[in-house]
């Protein structure tokens, strides 16, 4: 059974910046390519980032491009999302996930393991 565990989230200004990290136990993460999603209350799981298993290709959503960094350290089997420039509009849950098979996917239902979430509060 794999693990994975966020940490990281808290209440910001807007404005502010939060580390996210996701650690990984039980599966061999080299082989997993990882990504973060978020889920605001009455609204669906989003896509938000992933890493390929090098850490070479990433993917972001538009939402959060040039504001978000998603990196990976295979040696601490860790997934890190930077988010800077935070807006009231990225408070969700954030979601921690790993699949690994094919290439990057943008759909939750594409992912097999999942984190438990850590919540991101941004105020106005």
């Not at 209350?41 to 390929?52: L, T, W």
């Not at 996917?105 to 594409?110: D, I, P, T």
């Amino acid at each position: 059974q794999a693990f994975l565990v966020e940490s990281g989230g808290g209440l910001v200004q807007a404005g502010g910046s939060l580390r996210l990290s996701c650690a990984a136990s039980a599966l061999p993460f080299r082989t997993y390519i990882m990504a973060w999603f978020r889920q605001a209350p009455g609204k669906e799981r989003e896509f938000v980032s992933a890493v390929s298993r090098s850490g070479d290709d990433t993917s972001y959503a538009d939402s959060v491009k040039d504001r978000f960094t998603i990196s990976r350290d295979n040696v601490k089997s860790t997934v890190y999302l930077q988010m800077n420039s935070l807006k009231p509009e990225d408070t969700a849950v954030y979601y921690c996930a790993a699949k690994n098979w094919g290439v990057i996917g943008l759909r939750a239902g594409e992912y097999d393991y999942w984190g438990q979430g850590t919540q991101v509060t941004v105020s106005s």
